[in-house]
């Protein structure tokens, strides 16, 4: 029914467009930025990268373009995976679920004979169909992806925690706190082996971003990260001069969660966003962190879910 081939520079426009109406009619503009006003260079960057790799396809039926999917190769946990963005996959909405079952079943034997038989897929949250078709041939939840405009929030907090703005002179306590993360994430239900973060490394982010941290007297509770994007991002469709709680990310020690003290780092965040004009604060967490999932979703709007599945290591024998 649909003819599967490599994209060619010549299917970008049409690809692009299909995407567009796509992203409008699953991103609200309520509280993300205009990616596609500005971000359509980089998309259209990633895409030639791509067909220059021979790692993107599109469907072909009666001589139209009607899908098509991208995608890198990456290592994630040391093991070989396939990973397609956000701005990586689209398809007409009358056929979609066939045409996204086309294209999956094409590339997922290339990713396996490629030996990538972790897959991981960027949707929008909104979308019922995608998602339940790839949670059909076994997909996951794995991470959301949320933003928000920092001018609709206004948090009123009664908290007796000192905040601070972290200088050098707190590289240990962040690297002590970072080292502790590590340890709560490798725990069940999680299980997420994180990168280790070296004190040079804390002290180069805390040089060029902003980073809070709570305080019970002289007892550091925890912290939250604060950066800017500087480019136009395909996976979180941050624009340039968005903030994102990313970089050292947001920890609170286990004994002082359930007081307040997230929210009150929350409130120093958005302060400081608005105080220096930051529009939009983006937001990435595990959908397995039980935390994480009870905290995040009162102040920030889930945008894209991605979703993992993890093959059989026999599928290649």
Known sequence: MYQITLMQKGDIPQAMALWHNQYLKHCSREFLPDFWDGGQKEMESFLLHQIKNSNAIVAIKDGQTTGYLTWIYADFHSEKSAFCPIVGHAAIEEEKEQIYRALYNYASQKWIENNAFNHLWMI?????????????????????????????????????????????????????????????????????????????????????????????????????????????????????????????????????????????????????????????????????????????????????????RTVNKDANA
């Open 124 to 308: 929008f949250r909104d979308d019922a169909l995608l998602k339940n078709m790839l949670y059909d041939i076994g997909f996951g939840a794995h991470v959301m992806d949320t933003c928000q405009k920092t001018s609709d929030v206004s948090l009123k907090v009664n908290s007796p925690y000192r905040i601070s703005t972290a200088t050098l002179e707190d590289v240990n306590i962040l690297y002590s706190l970072m080292e502790e993360s590590r340890i709560y994430y490798v725990s069940p239900p999680i299980f997420l082996k994180r990168d280790v973060y070296t004190k040079e490394m804390i002290s180069s982010f805390i040089k060029d971003n902003i980073v809070f941290i709570a305080w019970d007297g002289n007892i550091p509770m925890g912290f939250f990260g604060l950066t800017r994007s500087e480019r136009y991002n395909i996976e979180t469709l941050a624009v340039p001069g968005s903030g994102l709680i990313a970089g050292l990310g947001a920890y609170i020690k286990e004994e002082y969660r359930g007081r307040g003290i997230g929210k009150r780092l929350l409130k120093e965040v958005f302060d400081y966003c608005q105080e220096v004009s930051i529009p939009y604060l983006h937001l990435s967490y595990e959908t397995a962190n039980p935390f994480a999932n009870r905290f995040w979703p009162k102040y920030f709007k889930p945008a894209i879910l991605s979703v993992r």
